[in-house]
T-cell receptor
């Protein structure tokens, strides 16, 4: 079964705007990750946030985590056409050290030039 | 560093035929995953290996799907016989190290079309 639910399912913005995607999950976690997938390609890891962290930055990416609400958000600032892709959150489902990785359904982002 | 290699990239078969996919993970990565991704959906875990042992295969349709990871390196995923609903992209990923802080690296995937 899928762990995460991303919201919105699809997002269309103009270049230069910010894009925010949300992820909700069901079980306790040790960490949560965000991945990106360009059309027809494999997934690429973007950022990992641990359960004891509330916010993390990487370049134009900002991830927040609220374990009390079992939710995370990914913010992409100053978006570019090249950011057009699908974005997925993934959790370990609280599996400890088994390396489990469960993905949500994803948000499809279109950035118009 | 070489990435995760998968082959073939594309495969078209008729229903009830058999098909096999191959994956070569990143050298030294102990954990290997096979995911099924149906168009418009997120990747669904089929099976997870730790070295050559199975960690999780709870969502693998064992009546038709099988997977092995010989010597804890390469892996093959087989479907026999295929059904129309098996049309999807099959993604292989590997990760290191085990547990907290693991990052998964994905191959390009094999796009299977069952007609």
């Amino acid at each position: 079964s899928q762990q995460g639910e991303e919201d919105p399912q699809a997002l269309s913005i103009q270049e230069g705007e910010n894009a925010t995607m949300n992820c909700s999950y069901k079980t306790s976690i040790n960490n949560l990750q965000w991945y990106r997938q360009n059309s027809g390609r494999g997934l690429v890891h973007l950022i990992l946030i641990r359960s004891n962290e509330r916010e993390k930055h990487s370049g134009r990416l900002r991830v927040t985590l609220d374990t009390s609400k079992k939710s995370s958000s990914l913010l992409i600032t100053a978006s570019r056409a090249a950011d057009t892709a699908s974005y997925f959150c993934a959790t370990d489902g609280g599996s400890g050290n088994t390396g489990k990785l469960i993905f949500g359904q994803g948000t499809t982002l279109q950035v118009k030039p | 560093e070489a990435g995760v290699a998968q082959s073939p990239r594309y495969k078209i078969i008729e229903k009830r035929q058999s098909v096999a996919f191959w994956c070569n993970p990143i050298s030294g990565h102990a954990t290997l995953y096979w995911y099924q991704q149906i168009l418009g959906q997120g990747p669904k875990l089929l099976i997870q290996f730790q070295n050559n042992g199975v960690v999780d295969d709870s969502q693998l349709p064992k009546d038709r799907f099988s997977a092995e990871r010989l010597k804890g390196v390469d892996s093959t995923l087989k479907i026999q016989p295929a059904k129309l609903e098996d049309s999807a992209v099959y993604l292989c990923a590997s990760s290191f190290p085990q547990g907290a802080g693991l990052l998964a690296f994905f191959g390009q995937g094999t796009r299977l079309t069952v007609v």
